[in-house]
């Protein structure tokens, strides 16, 4: 299973939020790119990264940043935050990130059908929920959709993975919502990412059990900034069979 560790950008600062909640922030260094290249070096093999600002406003907004990310390593890239049309996905694209994550947009089928159409392999479906719905615009807004209905709906649609995050966990560490990550998986037949609340290495051990429910990694944030994980121990977890 593999271990991704996270990036979030706020006015090109790496932060963490508590349970999405911009109010909340803590503050983990102004060079987004020296943080990439810590994690490249204790052995990521992916990073995910979220602009932060660009979820609040509907569009990317820390490009510079991704772009000096993208040439200060040489692993894969995955960014989410902001993205909702087309453009603004094929130009993050095109800075070296190798996938993009949409949210928002997933609500419009329309929209989403063409998208997953024409990125492929290179969109990712995020689905963020709090109390099991569907929560929208940077968190901001909550839906009336379930997680399990928008991801059986995406799948019919084209898409082919999905990170999922339990908000009411995000930053908490709490320990990630197992089951709910379990339960959408089986429900759309597609590979998941757990995301939220990841907070020891017996929270990834308890996701590798489930890998043959379709859960394949987890993403860890404020862990790894508190040093509650070191990423070597946690690459290592997800290895265990």
């Known amino acids: 299973m593999i271990i991704i560790p996270a990036i979030d950008m706020l006015d ?16 983990y260094g102004d060079d987004p790119a020296e943080m990439a290249r810590r994690w490249e070096a204790e052995g990521a093999e992916r990073i995910h990264l979220v602009d932060l600002d660009g979820a609040r406003e509907g569009k990317p907004v820390n490009l510079d940043a991704v772009a000096r990310i993208a040439s200060a390593v040489n692993v894969p890239l995955q960014l989410g935050g902001g993205l909702r049309a087309a453009d603004d996905i094929k130009r993050v694209l095109d800075l070296g990130v190798e996938r993009a994550i949409i949210g928002t947009v997933a609500l419009n089928e329309g929209l ?3 998208l997953l159409g024409s990125f492929k392999e290179a969109l990712v479906l995020g689905i963020d929920a709090r109390n099991g719905q569907v929560a929208i615009k940077g968190w901001l807004e909550q839906s009336t959709i379930s997680a399990v209905n928008l991801a ?21 560490m709490s320990g990630p919502n197992v089951a709910a990550t ?11 990412v757990a995301s939220g609340g990841v907070s020891s290495l017996q929270d990834i051990e ?6 043959n429910k379709g859960i394949e990694g987890a993403i860890i944030g404020r862990a790894l900034y508190n040093g509650t994980i070191k990423l070597p121990e946690a690459i290592a977890a997800g290895q265990v069979v």
Not at 12 to 27: A, I, N, P, W
Not at 206 to 211: E, H
Request: glycine share 8%.
């Open 12 to 27: 090109g600062c790496c932060v963490r939020l508590m349970q999405g909640d911009y109010e909340q922030k803590t503050l």
């Open 112 to 114: 989403a059908a063409e």
């Open 152 to 172: 059986k709906r995406m799948a019919a649609l084209g898409a082919r993975r999905i990170i999922y995050t339990d908000i009411s966990r995000d930053g908490a």
């Open 182 to 192: 379990a339960e959408l998986a089986q429900s759309c037949g597609l590979p998941v």
């Open 206 to 211: 308890n996701l590798v059990r489930l890998k």
